[in-house]
């Protein structure tokens, strides 16, 4: 849930960055796939580490 939760938050933040440089479409859509990607790696690590304390 955080994995996917953060990478919508990634996606949602790298289209605005976009928007904000003044970006066409497809640098939206680049923008907000790679801060998704990102945005997961961290709420995939994040996961992890929860998992590792409860146990």
């Keep these: 849930m955080i994995v996917l939760g953060s990478a ?5 933040l790298g289209a605005l960055q976009a928007k904000k ?7 939206l859509l680049q ?8 945005f997961a ?3 995939l690590f994040i996961t ?6 409860a146990v």
Excluded at 8 to 12: E, K, P, Q, T
Excluded at 21 to 27: A, V
Excluded at 48 to 53: A, E, N, Q, Y
């Design 8 to 12: 919508i938050l990634g996606a949602i």
């Design 21 to 27: 440089r003044k970006g066409k479409p497809l640098d």
């Design 31 to 38: 923008y907000a796939a790679i801060y998704a990607m990102i």
């Design 41 to 43: 790696v961290v709420g």
């Design 48 to 53: 992890i580490i929860l998992h590792r304390m």
